[in-house]
């Protein structure tokens, strides 16, 4: 098995586990998330622990990874997912496909689900940790009151979400802390969990305008200091 990019991945498959990773992955890291991947979340350092999802920071061999465990919040949801694929690979499949096409986003490693054979009970997804601030933190923080910075930011953001447009794909989940800027001032969506690819580019666009114009509105709540022109994308104090 092998990804667009011609990575290999290696499978495993019981009647209670479905997994597949990186072949590069650690072996032993590969071999405790197929044999106790909860006792990875443990380790965890968490960062959002929700009803539905914990997502934790995982130190290993000397680099750092996002461990993402989703549960299923009911029985109703479980035997969905019989039909379903679970939300640790319908993440996978979007993270992947994004990073292929170039946006920036972390490329995952591991996949893991368990399940009692059709049934799918919970899943877990690893990649590689992104360093940099939150867009919430950036905007609030440092770049606050520079408005070259703002406007390089911007510039990258105006980029990522064009990106998006041209691929039909677009972000439920425009929240600010699932956005960060590196520190070489890229723009990465580190959260991928509520996106989707659209067939028809009317919906799509519906769905862009939709999510841009949160992210506006989120901005501007943050940063009321300055002013964002979203028709030529330059900010200045105000």
Same mark, same amino acid.
């Given at each position: 098995?092998? =990804? ?5 991945? *290696? ?10 990773? /990186? ?5 032993? @890291? %590969? ?10 979340? %443990? ?5 959002? &622990?929700?009803? *539905? ?46 990073? /292929?096409?170039? &946006?920036? =986003?972390?490329?995952?490693?591991? $996949? &893991? ?48 979400? /064009?990106?998006?447009?041209? @691929?039909?794909?677009?972000? %439920?989940? =425009? ?6 800027? $590196? ?21 799509? %666009? ?9 992210? @506006? ?7 009321? &200091? ?13």
């Amino acid at each position: 098995m092998t =990804t667009s990019t011609g990575t290999s991945v *290696v499978a495993r498959r019981s009647f209670q586990r479905v997994a597949f990773h /990186d072949a590069r992955l650690p072996a032993d @890291l %590969a071999a405790e998330l197929w044999e106790r991947p909860e006792s990875l979340v %443990a380790m965890g350092e968490p960062l959002r &622990v929700q009803y *539905v999802r914990q997502t934790v920071r995982l130190f290993w061999a000397g680099q750092h990874y996002v461990l993402k465990h989703y549960l299923e919040p009911s029985r109703r949801h479980a035997l969905k997912r019989t039909v379903l694929r679970s939300r640790a690979r319908q993440t996978w499949n979007v993270m992947h496909k994004l990073a /292929d096409a170039g &946006v920036a =986003t972390p490329r995952p490693v591991a $996949c &893991v689900e368990n399940c009692i054979g059709p049934l799918r009970r919970d899943s877990f997804l690893l990649y590689p940790y992104q360093e940099g601030r939150t867009l919430r933190s950036y905007v609030a923080g440092g770049a606050r009151n520079s408005p070259p910075l703002m406007n390089r930011f911007w510039r990258e953001l105006r980029k990522l979400w /064009d990106r998006l447009a041209e @691929l039909r794909a677009s972000l %439920a989940d =425009t929240n600010l802390n699932n956005f960060i800027v $590196c520190p070489a001032g890229r723009v990465w969506v580190i959260d991928l969990d509520k996106a989707r690819f659209h067939r028809l580019a009317f919906a799509a %666009a519906k769905h862009q305008r939709r999510g841009w114009n949160q992210l @506006l509105r989120s901005l501007g709540k943050t940063n009321p &200091v300055a002013r964002l022109d979203s028709s030529t994308g330059e900010v200045s104090a105000a």
